[in-house]
């Protein structure tokens, strides 16, 4: 297992503090009905054979999935995110992510309740280009 400098923490956790951790775990029953179609098609290395994890903590935010092998965060958002103050959240959020060298999709609700397959097939397509890339 891999650790970040000289911590005994793992390096997919990035810092993420208890609280973080523990609202993660909390937010892993309550998700969405998107979330959790797409979760079935994640879950148990489905995709490209790579490992997702589901409401996963990354410093101060929650990744709705991640793959640590792909550096890849992908997010399921809802109306909520178009709102000014939630885009704003969001690209700071991002911001982040990115400075840990995590590379972010985003899908909405309805992308992925009418066009999960188009979905299935941009996120296999970016974790396979980014796995070669290491």
């Avoid at 998700?31 to 589901?54: D, I, N, V, Y």
């Avoid at 929650?62 to 995110?81: K, Q, S, T, W």
């Avoid at 992510?97 to 309740?113: H, T, Y």
Wanted: hydrophobic share 35%.
């Amino acid at each position: 297992m891999a650790y970040i400098g000289r911590t005994r923490e793992p390096a997919f956790l990035f810092h993420a503090d208890q609280t973080t951790v523990d609202l993660a775990k909390r937010l892993r029953r309550k998700m969405t009905p998107s979330e959790k179609a797409l979760w079935q098609r994640l879950k148990t290395k489905k995709m490209a054979g790579l490992k997702f994890r589901r409401q996963h903590p990354i410093r101060f935010y929650i990744a709705d999935f991640y793959c640590h092998e792909a550096r890849l965060v992908i997010e399921v958002d809802g109306p909520i995110h178009d709102s000014i103050g939630r885009r704003e959240h969001d690209q700071q959020r991002d911001g982040v992510m990115e400075d840990f060298g995590i590379m972010i999709l985003r899908f909405s609700n309805d992308e992925i309740r009418y066009h999960l397959q188009k979905v299935l097939k941009k996120i296999e397509e970016v974790s396979i280009m980014r796995t070669r890339k290491q």
